[in-house]
């Protein structure tokens, strides 16, 4: 008998609503004549002038841009590289270095800040974009561990054996083989911690300089003030180039199928 209950699409509305409506509504006062958000006096284009105009935002931007990418991909190498050894090895007390190599994703952030913070002040590190990449980097790697670790677990031992047995080292298999089929991954990991890193507040106040400002920083510093919707001019272009990259991740997806599907066709 089937269900013919209207709950569930209820339910998926109310979600999609919750979820859509606050940036739906970001992005239409971005385009408002008003500096007051909640007061709508007509379409302009003035916001995204002055974002343009703005040099301490656009710099905010390009501080985290750069940290974030150069705190995914350290994550990514580490984290890989943390899993691919700590599958290989077989230690008595490998489930309770697993566990404490998740601890940064498990401890609160202001916890975690702290810490940071006395430990860069106690080996005399100044603070700025060095210690933001050193901190982003230490709570990023659970990310791409975990991810990398699962896919490991699932994949065919028997294919790296093949290759040893063929003459092929330990380096050249994970190059041909392991990495390739762990890539996936990876990639994944790399862009859920650029996520998170692009919006961390909490840890980078901490671990910041004085010259140094992050996006999140300078959004919340601007609280106390007001916050102007060149800051919804700023989250409509970002949320735009979102979409712009899902919608070519999946276009890309889809060419590498229908490639694949050929192939094999062919084959």
């Known amino acids: 008998m089937k269900n013919r209950t209207k709950l569930p699409n209820i339910y998926l509305g109310v979600i999609l609503v919750l979820m859509y409506l606050p940036i ?19 379409f302009s284009l003035k916001w995204y002038t002055e974002l343009f105009r703005d040099a301490s935002l656009l710099q905010a931007l390009i501080n ?17 590289l943390a899993a691919v050894g700590m599958l290989k090895v077989n230690l008595r007390s490998k489930g309770v270095i697993e566990y404490i190599s998740t601890l940064p994703i498990m401890i609160p952030e202001i916890i975690l800040g ?21 901190a982003h980097t230490a709570f990023c790697i659970p990310y791409v561990y975990m991810l990398v670790k699962a896919r490991l677990v699932g994949l065919d031992k028997s294919l790296g054996e093949a290759a040893k ?10 190059l041909d083989i392991t990495l390739p089929l762990i890539l996936p991954a990876i990639v994944s990991g790399m862009l859920l911690a650029f996520a998170m890193s692009m919006d961390d507040v909490v840890i980078s106040i901490f671990v910041t300089g004085v010259n140094t400002n992050t996006l999140p920083i300078k959004i919340y510093t601007q609280l106390k003030t007001g916050v102007t919707p ?3 001019a700023l989250c409509t272009i970002l949320f735009a180039v979102t979409v712009l990259m899902g919608l070519l991740s999946g276009w890309l997806g889809k060419i590498n199928t229908q490639k694949k599907t050929v192939l094999e066709e062919n084959r």
């Open 114 to 134: 702290m810490v940071f913070l006395v430990f860069f002040s106690l080996i005399g590190l100044p603070f700025g974009m060095t210690t933001l990449i050193i």
């Open 24 to 42: 739906l509504l970001v992005i239409i006062y971005s385009f408002n004549q008003s500096k007051i958000s909640s007061v709508w006096e007509g």
């Open 64 to 80: 985290s841009l750069v940290l974030a990418a150069a705190s995914s991909l350290n994550a990514a190498v580490i984290g890989t």
């Open 165 to 174: 047995d063929l003459g092929a080292g330990e380096l050249r298999v994970f």
């Open 230 to 232: 060149k800051i919804n």
